[in-house]
């Protein structure tokens, strides 16, 4: 017969064994991650063991898409048209038929299911460049599918792009990847490369086995009942001290060193800031310039102002604030804030829509989460979900500072800027049929809303309360989740590969856990909690991305482990959710959120706020809260007083209440339709069948004009409209539009040559192939005057000629930007983003800007003003052809 004490030891290891999260994936227990075949279990508290290997090298598709590029450019075929051939190999090795430049080579026949691509594949790649060759020698170009025309003495070299590693669509880059460019062979016009497929990784596991090997007493000691979840907690803290660099400053991850803006700060708001306040300071002062300035990271077509997040610094400081108290760092922070504001505000803000231009926020890698057509200038002219949610925030945080350091003007100013800001965001963002936010403002002329979901800006505007409560529920209730966890947007873009795209970033999981806690929805936040456990768990790392499709580390553009805004997010599910740990001007105070499936006793010791230290006990599930006291007696609104000393006791006691009845949308990890491209004649706009469309939208000036089926109809032709086609699939999914097609009487659109109205450049840089332009730098043309005829009163849309050789389209800090003007009212800015490293050959437009002007003679002037500033400071120059004006409407 049993005892008592053997029976209830019988009752707990039932319990142990019992899942706290099951599914057709992944099952979760306290003590271990279980994934099909493989098993992370915990030996011990600091001890866990790890089975897991990446298959991406078993189930490889074996169909690869591809296309040459001219110079490393996106120049052979139309978007969405590629070269297509199945690799099946033959003793490791598969050959492409001679294929002839800018003729689409397609398989006919799909592989058997079972196919897949074979690990160590040698494919030989054959192009007949002879057409391309043929037309430098005839007429000393060769003029691309759309129009480009590449001259001979310009040619440097033909790559391939493509869906499979060593491939990749990133064309920024491409001219960069040696190993991607082909070779002519004996003169003959016929070029070849022979490129390594999916390289056996097979002794390549992820790690077998973690043991804590740092001493991490002198941080809060947290226990749950959990094993899985308490190993995991001291992994993450073992990270945090892995990341701290010589200097006394965060390491962005194993594979990236140095400090950037926007890690750093999300990672300080997830729970840096609490754990290393120090050392989150001297991160956040890495990141200002000698002027006082935020500074933007490095990002699409040379930085700052086409990335605009850098105010996520504010967020941060602010939050250092409210940990520590130092009222000097909350009045150098409060000047650094308002200084780069009042920048943006001249730069980025639009206040005819009240939004901010710029990239959505983190997510600056242009291929993975724009329109292929987008240029740099285009996406600068966009506004963002994510964006404006932080820049919202932080208009709130400068009104309560400016409150606490008494800059009464400045009160009202940031209050009525985060009013416009948030009703801007409500209006032109919110999907009332989808039941959350769209993802940005694009287009030329006239902007349309991407219906992808951006996950980072919806949890934002969750937590910053940009959606009200009941918003907030639908939200997350509502936004598409998959089985691994919330993807980056929803759903992914077709042919490319993951990264921002068809990825699970665990940070951006984490701030996803806050929303749904914040929501109080259970089923949301236990399937986010265990989306962050089991890689953590099974790579015994915090890795920085996950493929969304399988949630495997491997198969991503770039990868990290250690990183630290995954492990920053994966410790504030202990702090801010599950004690719900809240800093606020007047005291700490608990918002616990625990769902039922982590019901057991959680305890936090050694905690440490200001001068206190405190050991906490939490108590039931749910996220009302019953008892809290402080050392035995009542904790008024469970708030820690800014001005408590020494050690104490704090004990929650929660009510074990039902979460109100909400669910999620999870879905697979689908695919919208690849963009059309449409072309216009004679009336009629036209387009290929886009593969998998059911229907059709066309678009002018913004506004759906007709829904169809075909792919051809007849459109009006006023004196100015801006045509584009959405493909919609039978999910509903939406392509993105179609690059926006001008159609126009002549009589519409002007240019003004410039080279008459300032000295020619001697700028002496290579590949220059137009000399009929200026040059502007911080020493040349700093005020060019434009004098203009407008033949009749409307509304103009005036925009730039230009080159930009100072960098390449994805990275550096050299984007050139003006102040337009109208005698002396200020128009707007006008951005120049680089356009490829040294190629001053590569011409395209800036953004425009929008005016209503009267019949008659105007005078306008392009200046370089305070506040045009970059983020190199030094170099601030471009090539500027002619000013085109296009009247847009009457």
């Not at 991650?33 to 600091?46: D, K, M, P, Y």
């Not at 699409?300 to 850098?310: E, Q």
């Not at 329109?371 to 506004?383: C, N």
């Not at 416009?420 to 009332?432: D, E, G, L, M, R």
Request: glycine residues 6%.
């Amino acid at each position: 017969m049993e005892s008592g004490n053997d029976q209830q030891q019988l009752n707990n290891r039932d319990a142990d064994a019992a899942a706290i999260w099951q599914s057709e994936h992944y099952e979760l227990y306290p003590d271990r991650v279980v994934q099909h075949e493989f098993t992370a279990q915990v030996l011990s508290g600091t001890e866990i063991t790890s089975n897991y290997k990446s298959k991406a090298n078993a189930f490889q598709n074996p169909r690869l898409i591809f296309k040459f590029c001219l110079n490393g450019q996106d120049n052979e075929l139309p978007p969405g048209v590629d070269h297509q051939i199945t690799c099946v190999a033959q003793n490791n090795t598969c050959e492409t038929p001679l294929i002839i430049f800018g003729e689409p080579l397609k398989t006919i026949s799909a592989p058997p299911t079972d196919t897949y691509l074979a690990p160590d594949t040698l494919w030989k790649i054959r192009l007949d460049l002879r057409p391309v060759l043929q037309a430098f020698e005839d007429q000393g170009f060769y003029e691309t599918y759309n129009g480009e025309k590449i001259r001979q003495e310009d040619f440097k070299g033909v790559f391939v792009a493509g869906s499979t590693a060593p491939l990749t669509w990133d064309f920024a880059n491409l001219i960069n990847r040696k190993e991607l460019e082909l070779k002519e062979q004996d003169n003959s016009g016929i070029y070849e490369v022979t490129l390594l497929l999916n390289p056996d990784t097979a002794d390549k596991a992820a790690n077998t086995t973690w043991q804590l090997s740092r001493d991490i007493a002198a941080f809060p000691q947290y226990t749950s009942g959990y094993p899985l979840v308490d190993a995991l907690y001291k992994l993450a803290l073992e990270e945090m001290l892995n990341a701290i660099e010589e200097d006394h400053t965060f390491r962005t991850g194993k594979e990236w060193a140095g400090v950037w803006t926007r890690d750093i700060s999300y990672s300080i708001l997830l729970s840096m800031g609490m754990l290393q306040p120090q050392v989150a300071r001297n991160s956040l002062l890495r990141k200002v310039n000698s002027a006082y300035r935020i500074i933007q990271d490095t990002g699409t077509g040379g930085a700052y102002p086409v990335s605009s997040d850098r105010i996520v610094w504010a967020l941060a400081a602010w939050e250092l604030y409210l940990i520590t108290g130092d009222d000097q760092w909350l009045q150098d922070a409060y000047q650094i804030i308002k200084n780069s504001l009042e920048d943006d505000l001249r730069n980025v803000y639009d206040p005819i829509t009240g939004l901010f231009h710029g990239e959505s926020s983190f997510l600056d890698w242009r291929e993975q989460t724009y329109p292929a057509w987008m240029q740099p200038a285009d996406i600068y002219d966009s506004k963002s979900l994510s964006t404006n949610a932080v820049f919202y925030q932080a208009c709130c945080i400068l009104a309560q500072m400016a409150d606490i350091v008494k800059d009464a003007p400045a009160i009202t100013r940031y209050q009525q800027l985060a009013a416009k800001i948030k009703k801007a965001i409500n209006q032109h963002f919110w999907i009332p049929e989808k039941k959350y936010y769209g993802q940005f403002l694009y287009g030329r002329n006239f902007k349309i809303l991407s219906p992808r979901a951006d996950a980072l800006g919806e949890a934002l505007c969750v937590l910053f309360d940009i959606a009200e409560a009941g918003q907030q529920r639908a939200l997350v209730a509502n936004t598409p989740v998959t089985p691994y966890g919330i993807p980056c947007i929803s759903p992914q873009i077709p042919h490319i590969p993951p990264y921002h795209n068809n990825a699970i970033w665990p940070f951006v999981q984490a701030y996803w856990s806050l929303a749904a806690a914040k929501a109080s929805n259970a089923a949301a936040l236990t399937a986010s909690l265990c989306a962050i456990y089991r890689p953590a768990a099974l790579l015994l790392t915090n890795q920085e991305n996950l493929v969304a499709s399988n949630g495997d580390y491997a198969g991503t553009q770039v990868n990290s482990s250690n990183m630290l805004w995954s492990l920053a997010g994966h410790l504030s599910m202990t702090y801010k959710v599950i004690f719900g740990i809240n800093f606020r001007p007047d005291g700490l105070q608990f918002k616990p959120v625990v769902p039922k499936a982590f019901k057991k006793n959680h305890q936090l010791v050694n905690f440490t706020y200001r001068q206190a230290i405190l050991d906490i006990q939490l108590e039931g599930f749910g996220n009302q809260i019953t008892v809290c006291t402080l050392d035995d007696e009542p904790l008024p609104n469970a708030i820690i007083p800014i001005d408590l000393k020494g050690r104490h006791q704090v004990r929650i006691i929660l009510a074990n209440n039902a979460f109100p009845e909400q669910n999620q949308n999870q879905v697979t990890v689908d695919f919208s339709p690849v963009t059309p491209e449409v072309s216009y004649q004679a009336g009629t706009l036209a387009w290929p069948a886009v593969a998998g469309a059911e229907k059709y939208q066309v678009i002018q000036n913004g506004q759906l004009l007709q829904t169809t089926t075909a792919t051809q109809v007849p459109v009006p032709a006023p004196a100015y409209a801006e045509f584009q086609v959405i493909a919609v699939n039978a999910q509903e999914h939406e392509s993105f539009a179609s690059e926006p097609l001008p159609v126009t009487a002549t009589h519409s659109t002007q240019r003004y040559k410039l080279k008459q109205n300032g000295a020619q450049t001697n700028i002496g840089l290579n590949d220059i192939s137009d000399s009929e332009f200026v040059e502007i730098s911080l020493t040349k043309n700093t005020n060019l005057k434009i004098e203009v005829v407008v033949p009749e009163a409307g509304l103009y849309a005036l925009d730039f000629w230009y080159a930009n050789g100072e960098g390449p389209i994805s990275t550096s800090n050299r984007c050139a930007m003006r102040t337009l003007k109208k005698d002396d009212l200020v128009l707007g800015t006008i951005v120049f983003p680089q356009r490829g490293y040294n190629n001053w050959a590569d011409w395209g437009f800036t953004n425009a800007v929008q005016v209503k002007l009267e019949k008659g003679r105007h005078f306008f002037a392009l200046a370089y003003e305070t506040g045009n500033e970059n983020m190199h400071g030094k170099i601030n120059r471009a090539l500027v052809d002619y000013l085109r004006i296009t009247k847009i409407s009457g």
